[in-house]
T-cell receptor, first 111, second 115 residues
Framework: QKEVEQDPGPLSVPEGAIVSLNCTYS??????FMWYRQYSRKGPELLMY????GNKEDGRFTAQVDKSSKYISLFIRDSQPSDSATYLC???????????FGTGTRLTVIP | GAVVSQHPSRVICKSGTSVKIECRSL??????MFWYRQFPKKSLMLMAT?????????EQGVEKDKFLINHASLTLSTLTVTSAHPEDSSFYIC???????????FGPGTRLTVT
């Protein structure tokens, strides 16, 4: 079983839709939870990070963590064609530096 | 935000030659840098962790004699692919760690093609 599971998609939505991206994990020792966005042939870009259960909002993006269920989500409101990219969740264990990545979900927002 | 650069952005080399890729943190000092490899439509695979002034720590299955990593300063790490073969063709991405474990800033990547 992988440390971090993420549905690879692909996911296509119309412009303006709400997008829900999800990851599950098996190790309760994960302490930090990140979402990265990666455009084609580019390096990942950090979108959001959180370390506690609950919601964290930043503009159109909301990161949600449920430690009891070992489930994290990224919501994108009013999705735009420029949001079309691969979204990767990444988790960090307490006291460690390495990122454990999900496989990434490829999102396409159709104008 | 923190900026990490990589050079070159793409390189084509002949089988048997060596290629050096540079990773620089432009506006912050990074004691730890990471090197990843990414295959098409796949996630990032951690190759090694590079700490300034010490030997890199390689992940299982990564040949340290083939992928030489040097982290000579707080702003520069290099990855040298020695005696490259076509199967080494890939997208190589570095990241630099900020002050906190979750602060990893990624470079734009280097596409290596070995002919």
């Amino acid at each position: 079983q992988k440390e971090v599971e993420q549905d690879p998609g692909p996911l296509s939505v119309p412009e303006g839709a709400i997008v829900s991206l999800n990851c599950t994990y098996s190790n309760s020792a994960f302490q930090y939870f990140m979402w990265y966005r990666q455009y084609s042939r580019k390096g990942p870009e950090l979108l959001m990070y959180t370390y506690s259960s609950g919601n964290k909002e930043d503009g159109r993006f909301t990161a949600q963590v449920d430690k009891s269920s070992k489930y994290i989500s990224l919501f994108i409101r009013d999705s735009q064609p420029s949001d079309s990219a691969t979204y990767l969740c990444a988790l960090v264990l307490a006291g460690a530096n390495n990122l454990f990545f999900g496989t990434g979900t490829r999102l396409t927002v159709i104008p | 935000g923190a900026v990490v650069s990589q050079h070159p952005s793409r390189v084509i080399c002949k089988s048997g030659t060596s290629v050096k890729i540079e990773c620089r943190s432009l506006d912050f000092q990074a004691t730890t840098m990471f090197w990843y490899r990414q295959f098409p439509k796949k996630s990032l695979m951690l190759m090694a962790t590079s700490n300034e002034g010490s030997k890199a720590t390689y992940e299982q299955g990564v040949e340290k004699d083939k992928f030489l990593i040097n982290h000579a300063s707080l702003t520069l790490s290099t990855l040298t692919v020695t005696s490259a073969h076509p199967e080494d063709s890939s997208f190589y991405i570095c990241s630099a760690m900020g002050t906190k474990a979750y602060e990893q800033y990624f470079g734009p990547g280097t596409r290596l093609t070995v002919t």
